[in-house]
């Protein structure tokens, strides 16, 4: 081969390599266009119910709570079952807070603070992926027949519930279909399974299954009954404030 026809190959191999990479999605992007399919965009009211299962199958517990999550990274959770009501969940920024009916003290919890079965406070208050993780993407890969993209999600904070997560979507609507949800020692806590409200263009997460890998071995249903927009006043999100005005609507 002469030396024109090496320069000749050279380019062309430089401009493929370049026009694939250019082509490669970005990854933040995906991430955001996941989020807006989990949670929907702006200041959202969310009415959510959580269920256990028995290991057979049968019902075990069943609770039902009002999420409002706001901007900033501050979500409200209002206890809406008889058992639970009155207590609310405050989360601000790296800050969360139990109030109790009958206390003027909020009481500081983790994101890791159980709320029925394997659901904590971190899987329905703390939502936002594309702004609280760093993602990579690891290879396309096949979802149950369907294309999909694996990506790798290392938490920006140690205060996050999780500090790695290995999350696969899919390829064409980014929607989110599975996750493996590692907790700080990098012990895998929990697995994830998302259900659309469409299999064919979805536009939404209707549930989320948990199936925990450290203990009970059981799985919890998160399921998000209705979204809507909505701001909260802003001494909502203030823990004192709650803790003073235990009713709020």
């Known amino acids: 081969m002469n030396l024109l026809s090496l320069l000749s190959l050279s380019c062309l191999l430089s401009m493929t390599t370049a026009q694939a990479a250019s082509q490669l999605p970005d990854v933040s992007q995906m991430l955001k266009a996941t989020d807006q399919l989990r949670v929907g965009g702006g200041n959202m009211q969310v009415e959510t119910e959580i269920t256990t299962f028995q290991r057979d199958g049968s019902v075990e517990k069943e609770r039902k709570?009002?999420?409002y999550s706001q901007a900033q990274r501050q979500s409200l959770v209002l206890m809406q079952s008889p058992a639970e009501k009155g207590q609310k969940v405050l989360m601000s920024g790296d800050d969360f807070w139990m109030l109790l009916p009958g206390s003027q003290r909020p009481?500081?919890?983790t994101p890791m603070q159980k709320l029925l079965g394997d659901a904590s406070v971190g899987d329905i208050a703390t939502m936002n992926w594309a702004e609280d993780y760093q993602a990579?993407?690891?290879?396309e890969e096949k979802c149950d027949d369907k294309a999909c993209l694996h990506l790798r999600l290392d938490a920006s904070r140690k205060s996050l519930a999780y500090q790695h997560i290995e999350l696969w979507i899919g390829k064409k609507f980014y929607e989110p279909l599975?996750?493996?949800l590692y907790v700080q020692s990098e012990k895998l806590a929990k697995q994830a399974r998302f259900v659309m409200d469409k299999a064919q263009a979805p536009t939404a997460v209707v549930e989320m299954l948990l199936a925990d890998q450290l203990s009970n071995h059981k799985e919890t249903r998160i399921r998000y009954l209705q979204r809507q927009p909505k701001t909260v006043p802003e001494q909502w999100l203030?823990?004192?404030f709650l803790a003073k005005n235990p009713t709020l609507e």
Do not use: E, F, G, T
């Not at 990579?136 to 290879?139: N, R």
């Open 136 to 139: 990579s993407l690891v290879a």
């Open 178 to 180: 599975k996750a493996d």
């Open 65 to 67: 709570y009002r999420v």
């Open 107 to 109: 009481m500081r919890i």
């Open 238 to 240: 203030n823990p004192m």
